[in-house]
C-alpha cells in the first residue's frame, strides 16, 4: 500500500528499516533470510519497512531484490534509491522495475558519499540528485520519462524524500526540503533528532508544507553506539545527556534504559509528526514496547 | 592552470626502462607554478636521471608545453636530439605529453615519450607556491552566474545543484570534515548578495552532453564538439 493513501487516512504511519547484508540470499525454500527477520519480527507493527540501498556507500545486497523478498514476506517495501551508483537511465528504469514488480513506495536520496564506504576507488555517479529524481519519479507517475518521452504505462509510485533537521543553518535545508516537495515529494522521513526543543522548532518551521513528516528513531543501544555515531556519522549528535544516561546503568540494563529513553522522546515529539520511522539496528523487539507506552 | 605532482622516480624509471638515451621535456607553465617540471626542476630531473645511470641527452623547457605554437618552436630545432633519443620524458600535464608526442609525429619520429607527472585536476592558485584549489570541471555549462560565484560542480563533493545534503557538520563536508559545505559557503554568499530566492529555482539535471569526451574547440567558430 502507498504510504500517502495512510497518511490520507490520517493514519499515524509507522515504518522500520533494515539493511541488506553483504552477500546472496538465495533460500531455494529455506527459512527466510536473517537480515529480513529483524523486519519480520516486528512485522505486525509497522506500516512498511524500508530497505537501504549500499548504505554507508557499503556494497550489498540491492534494494530492489530485498524490496521483493520484503513482499514475499507479506510486508509493504519501501525501496530506497540513492543517486550515488546509476545514473539516470538506470535509475528511471529501476523505477519503473520497482512499480512493475509491485513496489508502492519509494524513498529518494542522494546517498552517502563513496569515501564513506568500503569501495573507496569507485567512480561516483550522483548524474542527478535528490531532487531531481523525485522531479524525475514525478513525471514517470506522469506517464513520461525526464527527456518527455510517453511511457507506455506510468508509474503509480508514493515518493518520499528525507530530511535533517539538524542541519545548520536549517535555513539552507527547508529551502531543499521545499525544493524536494515543489519536485515530488509526498512524505519525508527525518535523520534522528534527540532534542526535543530542536525537533519541536524544526516541526514549528515545516508545519505549512503539508506533507506528512515521519520522525526518523535510532535507538541508542548503548554509550559506545552513540560515540560512534558522534565521531563517524555527520549529521547526526547524540547529546552528552542521552550518554550518560545510558552510561548510568550496568550493560544488561541498555535495553531497557535505551526503551525508556525512546519513549520518553517520542512522547514528546510524537504529537509534532505524522509518523515515526524506526531504525531499530537488531532491537526491533523493543518496537512493540514504545509504540504501546506511546499510544495517544 | 593544471595542477601536477611528480610520479614516484621508482615509476619514472619503470617506464624508461630499456631507454638509456633521454631526452627531458620540461613545460614553463602550470608545470613551472606547481614546481613540478619548470626549467630547475628538469634540471633536477637530468641530474637524477644521470644518477640512475641514464644518459641525458636534451633539456628544454618550452613556455607552454601544451601549446604548439610555443613547444614546436623549441622542439623543432632540436629534432635531432629527439631523434637519437631511446625515450622522450615529459615532465608536463597530460596535454603536454601528448602536444610533445604529436610534435615527434609531426617530424617523422617514432621515439616512446612517457610522463614523469600526474595531473591531477583544473587548478587554481591560492597562496602561491604553496597551494592550489580545483575549482573548475570545465563542464561546458557554467552555473557560477546562479551560486554566487561558487561552484557546486566541483567544490560540492557529490557535485549537486539542487543544495546540500543533509550530511554536513559543522559547516563541513561529510566527505572531508576539513573542508566547508560547498552549500553553506554558496548560501551564505547568496544571504550577503540578497539573493538567496534564486536558490530556490529548480536547476535540473546537468546536460552532461556538453562534457562528453574528448571535446574539440574550434577557437574561431567559438564551438565546441565531442
Known amino acids: ?296 | 592552470m593544471i595542477g601536477t605532482t611528480k610520479k614516484p622516480m621508482e615509476e619514472i624509471l619503470g617506464a624508461l626502462e630499456g631507454h638509456r638515451k633521454v631526452a627531458v621535456v620540461g613545460c614553463d607553465g602550470c608545470a613551472k607554478v606547481c614546481l613540478t617540471g619548470g626549467t630547475d626542476e628538469v634540471a633536477a630531473m637530468a641530474q637524477d636521471l644521470k644518477a640512475q645511470g641514464k644518459e641525458v641527452i636534451l633539456e628544454v623547457t618550452p613556455e607552454r608545453t601544451c601549446n604548439v605554437a610555443k613547444s614546436d618552436p623549441v622542439l623543432k630545432p632540436v629534432q635531432d636530439k629527439l631523434k637519437e633519443a631511446d625515450a622522450v620524458l615529459v615532465l608536463g600535464c597530460g596535454g603536454a605529453v601528448q602536444i610533445t608526442r604529436h610534435l615527434t609525429e609531426v617530424y617523422g619520429l617514432t621515439v616512446p615519450v612517457k610522463t614523469g607527472l600526474d595531473s591531477v585536476g583544473h587548478m587554481d592558485t591560492l597562496v602561491p607556491g604553496t597551494l592550489a584549489l580545483e575549482q573548475c570541471q570545465e563542464c561546458g555549462q557554467c552555473i557560477l552566474n546562479e551560486t554566487g560565484g561558487i561552484c557546486p560542480v566541483t567544490k560540492c563533493a557529490k557535485g549537486l545543484l539542487e543544495g546540500p545534503c543533509g550530511g554536513a557538520e559543522n559547516g563541513k563536508c561529510e566527505a572531508d570534515t576539513d573542508r566547508d559545505c560547498a552549500w553553506i559557503l554558496i548560501y551564505n554568499r547568496m544571504l550577503a548578495l540578497g539573493e538567496v530566492d534564486k536558490l530556490k529555482r529548480y536547476m535540473g539535471p546537468k546536460d552532461y552532453s556538453k562534457a562528453a569526451k574528448p571535446r574539440t574547440l574550434y577557437i574561431k567558430e567559438g564551438r565546441v564538439s565531442s
Open chain 1, 1 to 296: 500500500m502507498k504510504l500517502t493513501e495512510l497518511f490520507a487516512q490520517k493514519e499515524f504511519v509507522i515504518t522500520s528499516e533494515v539493511g541488506p547484508v553483504k552477500g546472496c540470499v538465495r533460500s531455494n525454500g529455506g527459512p527466510p533470510p536473517e537480515f529480513l527477520q529483524e523486519a519480520l519480527d516486528i512485522k505486525d507493527y509497522v506500516h512498511a519497512v524500508n530497505i537501504t540501498d549500499n548504505q554507508s556507500a557499503f556494497m550489498r545486497l540491492g534494494p530492489l531484490a530485498g524490496s521483493i523478498l520484503l513482499k514475499q514476506y507479506g510486508m509493504d517495501p519501501i525501496f530506497q534509491m540513492t543517486c550515488r551508483d546509476r545514473n539516470r537511465l538506470a535509475l528511471q528504469s529501476d523505477l519503473l522495475s520497482a512499480c512493475s514488480l509491485g513496489i508502492d513506495n519509494v524513498l529518494c536520496l542522494t546517498g552517502d558519499h563513496m569515501k564513506l564506504g568500503d569501495h573507496k576507488a569507485a567512480k561516483q555517479v550522483f548524474d542527478i540528485d535528490s531532487v531531481q529524481l523525485l522531479h524525475i519519479a514525478r513525471g514517470l507517475n506522469e506517464g513520461h520519462d525526464m527527456v518527455g518521452h510517453s511511457l507506455t504505462k506510468s508509474t503509480d509510485l508514493a515518493l518520499g524524500a528525507a530530511v535533517n533537521p539538524n542541519f545548520d543553518p536549517l535555513d539552507l535545508q527547508l529551502l531543499k526540503m521545499e525544493k524536494k516537495i515543489t519536485a515530488g515529494a509526498q512524505f519525508f522521513q527525518t535523520q534522528p533528532v534527540y532534542d526535543v526543543k530542536l525537533y519541536e522548532d524544526f516541526a514549528r518551521r515545516t508545519a505549512g508544507f503539508g506533507v506528512p513528516i515521519m520522525f526518523g528513531m535510532v535507538i541508542i543501544k548503548s554509550p559506545k553506539m552513540a560515540k560512534f555515531i558522534n565521531a563517524n556519522v555527520t549529521g547526526i549528535t547524540v547529546p552528552e545527556w542521552l550518554i550518560q544516561e545510558m552510561e548510568s546503568v550496568p550493560k544488561e540494563q541498555y535495553k531497557a534504559k535505551a526503551t525508556e529513553i525512546t519513549i520518553r522522546l517520542l512522547k514528546d515529539i510524537a504529537p509534532l509528526c505524522q509518523g515515526i520511522h524506526f531504525m531499530p539496528f537488531g532491537w526491533s523487539d523493543i518496537v512493540p514496547t514504545v509504540l504501546a507506552a506511546i499510544k495517544p
